[in-house]
């Protein structure tokens, strides 16, 4: 498994951002594709999460509603829709894969990570 994330930018609050995260290699259908995020001086933290059959998803409570979490079996990509911007979303993105249970929301329990891609949301 490699990821490869892109999509960060610099937005105003309330705008729209849509990250995406490929797998390159040829096992991205046997894992959780999930997005972390870290911010300035905190620890990194669960953001979405999807299920291998892109069936069931989860979220930071924080985040439910806006963000939509999404997969791509033809073109082995993870999405992140981000709508409604705030401030506090602010962070490096990560992407990362696991080989373990769509409950899991620690990041301990992904196997792989992208390299990060930054959203910084700012007037």
């Known amino acids: 498994v490699q990821l490869q994330a892109s999509g960060g930018g610099a937005v105003q609050p309330g705008a729209s951002l849509r990250l995406s995260c490929a797998d390159s290699?040829?096992?991205?259908?046997?894992?959780?594709m999930g997005w972390f995020r870290q911010a300035p001086g905190k620890e990194r933290e669960f953001v979405a999460a999807v299920g291998r059959s892109a069936r069931r998803s989860y979220y930071k409570e924080s985040v439910r509603g806006r963000f939509t979490i999404s997969r791509d079996k033809g073109k082995n990509t993870v999405y992140l829709q981000m709508n409604s911007l705030k401030p506090e979303d602010t962070a490096v993105y990560y992407c990362a894969a696991s080989s373990g249970a769509l409950e899991d929301r620690s990041s301990a329990d992904y196997n792989y990570w992208g390299q990060g891609t930054q959203v910084t949301v700012s007037s």
């Open positions: 290699g040829r096992t991205f259908i046997q894992y959780v």
